[in-house]
């Protein structure tokens, strides 16, 4: 059977979390700490504000894990509406432990109407991107047949670039953006990528922790793709991207962490080793980055001023 690529990732991915705990595969920002979800509800709640306080407080989440950051976001935030959008019936159930008045979507579309906002991380990485690949005669696409790649010639619209260059279209992320500036929502999106669009391959394959082949045995790793936030910011009315490191300091990450580590000195060390990992260079504190897709007449979101 020969596939488009994006096609198989999104097939191979929806199977991996149907079936795995991804959590034993990678960690993730609200896994380390319970100050990221924190700092986030309390940055819902604050651009709810800036929004005109409308009548309901409808706080969405896309890809919500175990519904950790949920969790700890409704400790600062008790009042919002919360809505979650996830594909995977093992990590709702997971996500219902932890947050048991969520309401489930499987998109966008079946959400109420009116102002909301919606948080996403590591969402957007998930999602398949279509490779191409310049050749001597044109643009080819590719294509996955027998768990090796293949190349087809591609009309799609490209720039120029030398043979051999390979670029990424994320038309989900892109579809999905489009959907939320058509019904006005602020959206923070935190995932991996670099500041500017990038060319080569940036998909990978993590299985039992360790790289694997992204080809090999679909279902049994996660796929995931640099998003390319230039790509976004580029087509939508956005602020950002930042640094998360900029994002989550500005937003007190480490005041927050020292009055818990205060509170609970047996807690301390992890807490601080957590806030140290999710701001270091080498860490994860610079390739991820926060954006914001939000109208334009909204004054500049906290954590987003630099
Ligand atoms: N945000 C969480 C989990 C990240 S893993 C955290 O930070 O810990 C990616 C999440 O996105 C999982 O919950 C996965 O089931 C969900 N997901 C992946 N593709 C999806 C899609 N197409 N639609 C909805 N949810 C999706």
Not at 2 to 13: P, Y
Not at 110 to 131: K, T, W, Y
Not at 166 to 175: D, G, K, P, S, Y
Not at 177 to 183: H, M
Request: charged residues 20%; glycine residues 6%; negative net charge.
């Amino acid at each position: 059977m020969a596939e488009r690529f994006d096609h198989f990732m999104a097939r191979a991915n929806a199977a991996y979390y149907a079936t795995h705990n991804p959590f034993e595969d990678f960690t993730t920002a609200p896994e380390l700490t319970q100050v990221f979800g924190e700092l986030l509800g309390a940055w819902a709640k604050t651009v709810w504000q800036m929004m005109g306080a409308p009548e309901h407080r409808l706080l969405v989440e896309a890809g919500p894990g175990r519904g950790t950051l949920m969790r700890d976001a409704l400790r600062v935030w008790p009042e919002a509406e919360v809505h979650f959008i996830e594909t995977s019936p093992r990590l709702r159930e997971e996500q219902r432990a932890r947050v048991p008045q969520a309401i489930w979507h499987d998109s966008l579309a079946s959400l109420p109407p009116g102002p909301m906002i919606l948080l996403a991380n590591e969402f957007l990485d998930a999602l398949p991107v279509r490779q191409f690949i310049r050749t001597q005669t044109g643009w080819a696409e590719r294509w996955v047949e027998n768990g090796t790649y293949t190349e087809r010639p591609s009309e799609f619209p490209l720039p120029d670039d030398p043979v051999g260059t390979i670029r990424e279209i994320n038309e989900a992320a892109l579809a999905f953006c489009a959907a939320l500036e058509a019904r006005g929502a602020v959206a923070l999106f935190i995932d991996y990528g670099p500041m500017q669009s990038a060319a080569g391959s940036s998909v990978q394959a993590i299985r039992a922790g360790k790289y694997a082949d992204p080809l090999a045995e679909p279902g049994a790793a996660d796929l995931t793709a640099h998003v390319d936030f230039a790509a976004i910011a580029s087509r939508f009315s956005t602020q950002g991207p930042v640094k998360q490191n900029a994002f989550l300091t500005a937003l007190g990450l480490f005041q927050r962490t020292d009055f818990l580590a205060q509170k609970n000195p047996e807690q301390a060390e992890a807490l601080r080793l957590s806030a140290r990992r999710l701001t270091a260079p080498e860490a994860m504190g610079s390739l991820f980055k926060a954006l914001v897709l939000c109208p334009k007449e909204l004054p500049k979101l906290p954590g987003l001023e630099s």
